[in-house]
Structures are given as structure tokens and as C-alpha cells.
């Protein structure tokens, strides 16, 4: 069980709590700050030890006790807070610890945390730069740093929104809107219907979130055409250059949109751009299609001088979708957009009103993204890369990288099979027909989290390793107790 804050005083007020401390006044609300910044404490202090990423049945069966009656019944601050922790840390999965390598989750730089908190004070609508210069400063300083990070055009702007699925969203709106433009149709006036007819060319190993950004932009799976990837899911420029020589002239003038990858789920691997460009542009004129990438994690690579081979090319994008709450471990949520045609994100993303304090000189995140309304995200990045600087950025990339490369030798060295070379923070391994097993047993021993998945028609162990925690020592009780596990189902 995870060490929490001891209950006491539940649901009812302090005995000492005077006229100074209800609900509401200046004393009250400093003393629920200070219990949750205890709490708090407790919790991370248990992130390094040894004991179980996940809870167990009855922490998880516990959680029920938040059903009830409070709307006719309301705890008093200071109870509700005992009640989010006394019942609610036991039952987290501990994805901010050094032992979870599931679905790239990644986990929270220290910095970042405590920034987050702060921001949290703030309490700041980032939407205009009128409601927060703070926040717009460092969301335009954050901006430009992570374009300079990831080593793409510095004319191209940034917006920082709730994750890769949305920024993959914002950055099709735009492509979309930008072709049909270029093809003299003007959406914000006219619409969807009657336009004409975008074609959409994805590799087989695009993403879902990709996928649902396409479908939630109005383009449907009967107009996608699909390529296929080699053996570690990266889109063949040879099947690009089939599926472009089978457009017709229409098609062509009509305008593409080429989805691209940074980073397979699975492997790690990134599409060779730099050879579907150069396919690309002996079919289209450059203004007749867009390129957008997918790169919620592997965009990353870009940034440490050992990995970012695995990108080349990919500076020639038009727009980039990315997470921060991955590589560079914020707290969730935070995606990145990335576009090269600033102009182009404008147009699709900007409303205005009456009310609306615009300034020509400032940066208003609301009219280069989707929402409004928004948190300041950029501020626990701006922590992580001010603390961190370009040499440790790089570091702590190539660091979870190197570790999942060990993780995986030592699963082999113990009989596993490794179904892909580590190119990035992967691992993929499969245990032959007991490998669905392997992974329960893993998951139900706590020891460690590690998910199971399908590559090329069979079932894997996937293993991430996306957090600045995870130590060496983590990466070998965790390949030990992934290896006793497969021993365990014979």
C-alpha cells in the first residue's frame, strides 16, 4: 500500500478551527494548501521506493467510498483533500515512477512539477495575452525554444495545446484549409460541402490518434490511401511513389496531404522522409501537397545528436504534431504544434469578438489554436528546458534510450525474443505463445508495468522507457522480475 497522509478529523472540521479559519477565509484556504503540499510529499517520497506500480484490488475496490452523498452532505475542504488522498493515492498508478514502461507515458521532471504547482496559483486563461502577459511570454519563449530543439525552421511557430491527438488535429485543420485555399476554395466562408476532394496518403503504421485527427477534420477512411510500411513500420517510398503515380491529374491539382510518422508505437522508427520528399516532389508541385508528421515521442530524437539521424528529413514538414508530457516529461497534458506557414494556422484557428482584446505585437494562443479558453501549459515545459539547457535535454534522451536497449539485451540474454531492433526509447519482445501470460503475470506481480501489443500478426511485450526517474538499478530489477514472471508460466 502507498504510504498516504493518516486519516484523521474525517469529515468533520478541526476542533481548533475558529471563526478565522472556515471555508473560504485566507486561513482556511492556506491550511488546505499546506495539507495537500504534505500529502503531496508523502506521495513522491513513495515513487522511489521499492514497492507495487500499481494498486491492488481492494485500493482499487476502496475508490468506491467517492460516490457519496456529498452533494446533500458537502465535506468541508480540508476532509474532501483527506479523502482524495487517504483513498485516492493508494488506487494511482505510479507512471511518475522509474518502474512503468507503458504506453509512452512518460513522467515528471521535478521542475516541471513544482511549476505546475505555481501555475496552478496563477490560476491564468492563457487564451489572450491581455488575460496573462506572463503566461504569454513564456508560451512565446517556450515556443521557439522547442522549434530551435528540434532543429526545425525558425520561422515556424509553435502552439502548445492538450496533446498529440489535438495537436495532430489543429495541424490537419490547417494543411486541409491551406490546400483548398491554394485551390481557391476559402472554408471559412464556404464550408465543407462541395469542396473539392483532398486525397490522403498514410503509411499502414499510422497512428490512431492520427487517425481519429483525420476522421474529426472530415476525412473519411475511403480517402486515405493506405501504404505500406517495411519491417520496423516505416512508410515505403517506393509504395508512396505507386500510390502518387495513380492519381490522375485532378487528384493532383486537387491537392494531398501527406501523414507521415516520427516514432512507430511499437519500434521506434521514424518514416524516411528525406526519400519521400524527394518522391513526392517528382509527382507534385510543392504547393500542391502538405506534409504533416506524427510525432508525439519520436519527434524528440531531433534533439539528441545521437538519435536525430533517425529524423532526417523531417525539417521539410510543413506542420509537426508532439507531446511534452513524453520525452520531456511535463505533466499531462501538453502537446505541441508545430507549423512551418505561420500564416496558414492563422487563418484556420483565428475568431474574434467584440470583447476580445487583441494586440498586433503580442502573442494570443487562442488565434493558433484550437481553444479559447486554456491553461498556461507552456510554463512546465519553459522549467524543464531552463533547468535542463540543450546538453541535458539530449542527455536525458539518449539516457532512456540506452536504458531500453539494456532492458531489452537482458530479456533476450534470458530468453526472450527480441522482434525489433531498439532504434529510439522501444523495446519489443515476445515470449512465443506465452507471451500474453508473460505480460499478466508482469502487471499482477506489480514489480513493474509493461504492456502487451500486436506486431506483424503476433502478440509482443512492449516496453517503454520515457521517464527522467527510471534508474539503471530500475532496469535491472525489472528485466529480473519480467524474466521470473516468464519463468513462473513456464
Not at 4 to 28: F, I, K, L, M, V
Not at 46 to 51: K, M
Not at 289 to 303: I, K
Request: aromatic share 6%.
Amino acid at each position: 500500500m502507498h504510504p498516504t497522509t493518516p486519516p484523521s478529523n474525517r469529515h468533520s472540521a478541526p476542533a481548533d478551527q475558529g471563526p478565522d479559519q472556515q471555508p473560504g477565509t485566507e486561513a482556511s484556504d492556506l491550511a488546505v494548501w499546506d495539507q495537500a503540499v504534505a500529502a503531496a510529499r508523502v506521495y513522491l517520497r513513495s515513487l522511489s521506493d521499492a514497492g507495487p506500480v500499481g494498486p491492488t484490488e481492494g485500493e482499487i475496490a476502496a475508490l468506491a467510498s467517492f460516490d457519496g452523498d456529498y452533494l446533500d452532505d458537502p465535506l468541508s475542504p480540508q476532509d474532501a483533500l483527506q479523502k482524495l488522498d487517504v483513498v485516492g493515492s493508494p488506487a494511482t498508478m505510479r507512471s511518475a515512477g522509474g518502474r512503468y514502461f507503458g504506453f509512452v507515458n512518460g513522467g515528471t521532471h521535478p521542475a516541471a512539477r513544482a511549476a505546475a504547482v505555481l501555475a496552478g496559483a496563477w490560476d491564468q486563461n492563457a487564451a489572450l495575452a491581455a488575460m496573462s502577459p506572463v503566461a504569454s511570454r513564456i508560451d512565446d519563449v517556450t515556443a521557439r525554444w522547442v522549434i530551435d530543439l528540434l532543429g526545425l525552421p525558425s520561422t515556424s511557430i509553435a502552439s502548445f495545446c492538450g496533446g498529440a491527438t489535438v495537436a495532430n488535429l489543429t495541424g490537419i485543420i490547417t494543411a486541409r484549409d491551406e490546400l483548398l485555399r491554394r485551390h481557391g476554395w476559402d472554408v471559412a466562408s464556404r464550408g465543407l460541402f462541395g469542396a473539392p476532394p483532398i486525397t490522403v496518403i498514410a503509411g499502414s503504421e499510422t497512428h490512431i490518434s492520427a487517425l481519429k485527427a483525420l476522421r474529426l477534420a472530415g476525412f473519411g477512411t475511403d480517402q486515405i490511401i493506405e501504404v505500406a510500411s517495411d519491417e520496423l513500420g516505416r512508410m515505403r517510398a517506393d509504395g508512396l511513389d505507386e500510390a502518387l503515380n495513380g492519381l490522375d491529374d485532378r487528384a493532383k491539382q486537387a491537392g494531398v496531404l501527406l501523414l507521415g510518422q516520427a516514432g512507430n508505437v511499437n519500434t521506434g522508427a521514424s518514416d524516411p522522409f528525406a526519400e519521400l520528399f524527394d518522391v513526392a516532389e517528382t509527382h507534385l508541385d510543392r504547393s500542391a501537397f502538405w506534409v504533416h508528421v506524427d510525432g508525439a515521442f519520436g519527434l524528440w530524437a531531433s534533439a539528441a545528436p545521437e538519435r536525430r539521424h533517425i529524423n532526417v528529413g523531417v525539417e521539410r514538414a510543413d506542420s509537426w504534431a508532439t507531446d511534452a508530457h513524453k520525452f520531456a516529461n511535463t505533466p499531462y497534458d501538453c502537446g505541441v504544434l508545430i507549423c512551418a506557414q505561420p500564416e496558414a494556422l492563422r487563418r484556420s484557428m483565428i475568431m474574434s469578438a467584440a470583447y476580445v482584446v487583441t494586440d498586433d505585437d503580442a502573442r494570443d494562443p487562442m488565434s493558433i489554436g484550437i481553444q479559447m479558453s486554456q491553461a498556461a501549459r507552456a510554463v512546465p515545459l519553459w522549467a524543464v528546458l531552463a533547468t535542463e539547457g540543450r546538453a541535458g535535454m539530449a542527455a536525458r534522451i539518449e539516457q532512456a534510450c540506452m536504458q531500453a536497449d539494456d532492458l531489452a539485451r537482458r530479456l533476450v540474454a534470458g530468453g526472450a525474443e527480441l522482434l525489433a531492433p531498439v532504434m529510439l526509447n522501444q523495446a519489443l519482445v515476445s515470449f512465443g505463445e506465452n507471451t500474453d501470460a508473460v505480460v499478466e503475470a508482469v502487471q499482477r506481480s506489480q514489480a513493474c508495468w509493461v504492456g502487451p501489443t500486436t506486431w506483424q500478426g503476433r502478440r509482443a511485450m512492449r516496453l517503454s522507457v520515457s521517464s527522467f526517474a527510471t534508474t539503471d538499478a530500475d532496469i535491472e530489477s525489472s528485466a529480473e522480475a519480467v524474466l521470473s514472471a516468464a519463468g513462473s508460466v513456464g
